[in-house]
């Protein structure tokens, strides 16, 4: 099956830098790679996703990158702020009716 | 839409009784995911189902787990007998059906076996 790591598990930044959250995945077969956020206490939501026919998808201040070859996917967030401290996900899926993995989270915090 | 609606938020019980988790998905979805949430091993799928049929349960970690989904608006995780180890916060998800993959989560059970 599908086997999604992530890293760094954790993340300090200065209000305003960029943060960088990378990950790889094992399954050639994924083709849909989706980030979600969540907040302390609350409900992991969708932030961004990409697909494999796409290299990079950008979102305001949040960008994806895809390698398919390479099998990895990064999420960039720039301009950070307060309110992006939180734990982030990123998650693989193959075609069909397949499972989503999900990576083990990093845990971002932004220093004001 | 109220979104995926979870019940309880909060249940706490003894080592050997049975638990049971509530999840009412968004209307018009038709796959329904439970995912168990932990410090150790972060989001795990348990089971999902696609037109109230289980797709997938390899993730339930034993027989003292089982999952139903007796129609489109209702499926349940019932846990007998709970140990201090299922101690963690249970999530559903559901998913439109189409080409949008995107997951809605429940506001989660926070489940502590004592």
């Known amino acids: 099956?599908?086997?999604?790591?992530?890293?760094?598990?954790?993340?300090?930044?200065?209000e305003g830098d960029s943060a960088v959250i990378k990950c790889t995945y094992?399954?050639?077969?994924s083709?849909?790679?989706?980030?979600?956020?969540?907040?302390?206490?609350?409900r992991p939501q969708l932030?961004?996703?990409i697909r494999s026919n796409v290299?990079?998808?950008?979102?305001?201040?949040?960008?994806v990158t895809l390698?398919?070859?390479?099998?990895?996917?990064?999420?960039?967030?720039?301009?950070t702020q307060p309110e992006d401290s939180a734990v982030y996900f990123c998650a693989a899926k193959p075609g069909g009716y397949q499972k989503v993995t999900f990576g083990t989270g990093t845990k971002l915090q932004v220093i004001p | 839409d109220a979104g995926v609606i979870q019940s309880p938020r909060h249940e706490v019980t003894e080592m050997g009784q049975e638990v049971t988790l509530r999840c009412k998905p968004i209307s018009g979805h038709n796959s329904l995911f439970w995912y168990r949430q932990t410090m150790m091993r972060g989001l795990e799928l348990l089971i999902y189902f696609n037109n109230n049929v289980p797709i997938d349960d390899?993730?339930?970690?034993?027989?003292?787990?089982?999952?139903?989904?007796?129609?489109a608006s209702f499926s349940t995780l019932k846990i007998q007998p709970s140990e201090p180890r299922d101690s963690a916060v249970y999530f559903c998800a559901s998913r439109s059906p189409g080409d949008n993959e995107k997951l809605f989560f429940g506001s989660g059970t926070q489940l502590s076996v004592l």
């Open chain 1, 47 to 49: 932030i961004i996703d």
């Open chain 2, 58 to 71: 390899s993730g339930m970690p034993e027989d003292r787990f089982s999952a139903k989904m007796p129609n």
């Open chain 1, 55 to 63: 290299g990079e998808k950008k979102d305001q201040r949040i960008a």
């Open chain 1, 1 to 14: 099956g599908e086997n999604v790591e992530q890293h760094p598990s954790t993340l300090s930044v200065q």
């Open chain 1, 26 to 29: 094992s399954d050639s077969a």
């Open chain 1, 67 to 79: 390698n398919k070859t390479a099998k990895h996917f990064s999420l960039h967030i720039t301009e």
């Open chain 1, 31 to 42: 083709n849909y790679f989706p980030w979600y956020k969540q907040e302390l206490g609350k």
